[in-house]
Nanobody
Framework: QVQLVESGGGLVQAGGSLRLSCAAA????????MGWFRQPPGKERESVAA????????YYADSVKGRFTISRDNAKNTVYLQMNTLKPEDTAVYYC????????????????????WGQGTQVTVSS
């Protein structure tokens, strides 16, 4: 079991920045692929970004490329999402997700890849 706790959400004006963090409990963090997803109000959950176990590979949804950066610190059991140049359409509940240890990350931006989910953190971008 992997427990995930997101933090860093809040209210920001358009053009601003936020950094989300996701802390994972347990000793298997370096063996799990990690992803960020979001669910805008009234819409379905969508992928945002993903990162491989080592951090050597990253993946982004087209809507956030060039604005968001995913990273991880395996020594701190934490994955981050740096969000810059935020837009009102980035408003959503953001969730981090983890694969099971040594689980497949063949489709890193597909939610079905992930076995464990955090509770979410709200990001609101005002215009």
């Amino acid at each position: 079991q992997v427990q995930l706790v997101e933090s860093g959400g809040g209210l920001v004006q358009a053009g601003g920045s936020l950094r989300l963090s996701c802390a994972a409990a347990g000793r298997t963090f370096s063996t799990t692929g990690m992803g960020w997803f979001r669910q805008p109000p009234g819409k379905e959950r969508e992928s945002v970004a993903a990162i491989s176990r080592s951090g050597g590979s990253t993946y982004y949804a087209d809507s956030v490329k060039g604005r968001f950066t995913i990273s991880r610190d395996n020594a701190k059991n934490t994955v981050y999402l740096q969000m810059n140049t935020l837009k009102p359409e980035d408003t959503a509940v953001y969730y981090c997700a983890a694969t099971r240890p040594f689980g497949s990350s063949r489709y890193p931006l597909d939610s079905s890849t992930y076995d464990f989910w955090g509770q979410g953190t709200q990001v609101t971008v005002s215009s």
